[in-house]
């Protein structure tokens, strides 16, 4: 009966092993972006730039092209040329940030409207089809009544896309038979859009007719509950 | 004398084989109980301070990812919005609902709200959204429908050999650029092909075959190196 003994301790290495097994390496002594710290009293690890700060790139010389604005008044010019990636770019940015209210085609009934929120004007009135570019720029940058301001979402070059493309869709929405090439029939109804939408956002889903009318009558009066 | 009982014998002999069987079922074991949500957290909900919705957010509303996760197209880290984009619709909507009250007072305060982490990658994996996103990987190739899931879980193991499965053959999974952050796109059939670039693809490996060489994909020999996720 000597062997047993002799071989216990052998019984330890798988204990050793476990206790081998720390998280050290998964959890390193390092903050990922925007994680919690215990450190400072707000339990924010990413810090604020002390005030004045002004990073390399972010010293805004060309006002023109952060506020749309020359000195009071609006701007009615693009800060750079506008080509077809331009309006690419910027139908892709409104899709994500501005349809959302504004709708895709800009008649301010989009999904978020629907739902309650204070629907924005249309862009296919006079008084938008003549505001300067400058103006479509600083209601995105600062703000207009209902809306938020976007400066923190979408970057000022994409907030100058967006302009161009409203501007675009303005003209699309306004055209007649006389701006399209000769010979070239004019769809007199609208497009239907085939699988994605031109964001890549994935498309709401409708409900079924019949269920639908339900739906939006339960939830109507759930609103006057809630408006109460 | 006899000193073993002659069923001794069988006993012995059965016994060297059960103690390799016991040894592997108890070693398949631990290698299941590794790869299970029990250690990875795969399909399971953690708790939020507001039990915000994907599936209304991105299904219902039609919202795109990158209207809340701004920086994921230029930035390792996808972003978690501030307060501020929740109120820029929550100001007027649902402005009395009690599951709202801690978003309500983190913009009244100023104080952060605190969510918990749910695909958290161990502290050596150096993960990159952005090229993920420009080669033509899927948002919910890694994180699953998200457009159906009411409260937020990690898709996958997030163990490294799922990580391998697509970085050794990207073509199983590469999918046109524009499809990205689509949550409903389904890989080409010959029923339903893809098309890019005026070609239709019926079959996802040519597909895949084909976007490596247009978005320059390096080889699986570099993007399995260790440096290219490890420091």
Redesign the interface.
């Known amino acids: 009966m000597r062997s047993p003994r002799k071989f216990l301790p052998l019984l330890l290495l798988p204990v050793l092993a476990l206790a081998g097994c720390r998280q050290d ?4 002594p ?1 903050f ?5 710290s215990d450190f400072y009293g ?3 690890s990413a810090r604020q730039p002390v005030d004045g700060t002004v990073a390399r790139g972010q010293l805004h010389e060309d006002t023109y092209f952060y506020t749309g604005k020359v000195g009071n008044l609006f701007g009615d010019y693009m800060p750079f040329p506008v080509n077809q990636d331009v309006l690419t770019r910027g139908q892709q940015r409104f ?3 501005c349809a ?1 209210c504004h709708s895709r085609v800009g008649d301010g009934n989009g ?2 409207v629907q ?4 629907a924005p004007p249309s862009y296919h009135t006079d008084r938008l089809r003549k505001a300067p570019l400058g103006y479509l720029f600083n209601v995105m940058t600062d703000g207009f009544g ?1 809306m ?1 301001d976007y400066a ?3 970057p000022a070059h994409d907030r100058w896309a967006i302009v161009a493309y409203i501007r675009a869709l303005q003209l699309s929405q306004a055209a007649t038979s006389a701006d399209a090439p000769s010979g070239q029939k004019v769809p007199s109804e609208p497009p239907v859009f085939q699988g ?10 409708l409900a079924p007719q019949a269920s639908a009318e339900q739906s939006s009558g339960a939830s109507s009066t759930n609103q006057g509950e ?1 408006h109460k | 004398m006899q000193i073993f009982h002659r069923s001794s014998n069988t006993i012995s002999k059965a016994t060297i084989f059960a103690v390799i069987i016991v040894a592997s079922v108890a070693l398949w074991a631990c290698i299941q109980l590794q790869r299970s949500p029990y250690v990875t957290y795969a399909g399971v909900a953690r708790p939020q301070p507001v039990p915000f919705s994907h599936q209304h957010h ?10 809340c996760h ?1 920086s994921v197209e230029n930035s390792h ?1 996808a ?2 919005p ?1 307060t ?2 929740c ?3 929550h ?7 009690p599951l709202l009250e801690p978003v309500r007072e983190s913009y009244r305060t100023g ?2 709200l ?1 969510w918990n ?1 749910v695909n958290d990658l ?3 994996v150096y993960f990159d959204h952005s090229i993920h996103i420009s080669k033509g990987v899927g948002c919910n190739t890694c994180h699953g429908p998200v ?1 159906r899931m009411p409260l937020m879980y990690n898709f996958a193991s997030l163990q490294m050999e799922w990580c391998l499965d697509c970085h050794r053959a990207p073509d199983k999974y590469l999918r046109p650029r ?8 389904e890989q080409p059939t010959s029923a339903k092909p893809v098309e890019v670039d005026g070609t239709k693809y019926t079959d996802q490996r040519e597909l895949g075959k084909y976007l490596i060489h247009k978005h320059n994909l390096r080889t699986p020999t570099d993007i399995t190196s260790c440096s290219t996720c490890h420091r």
């Open positions: 390496m998964h959890d390193q390092r990922k972006p925007l994680a919690k707000d339990l924010r899709n994500i940030y959302p999904m978020i739902r309650g929120f204070r209902a938020p923190a979402q979408i994605d939408p031109p964001s890549g956002a994935t498309a709401p889903e809630e | 991105v299904a219902g509303l039609g919202i795109d990812c990158r209207y701004t880290f972003g978690i501030p501020k984009t109120m820029n619709c100001s007027q909507i649902w402005v009395g609902a104080k952060s605190v982490r161990p502290d050596f457009d524009d499809q990205v952050f689509y949550m409903r796109y």
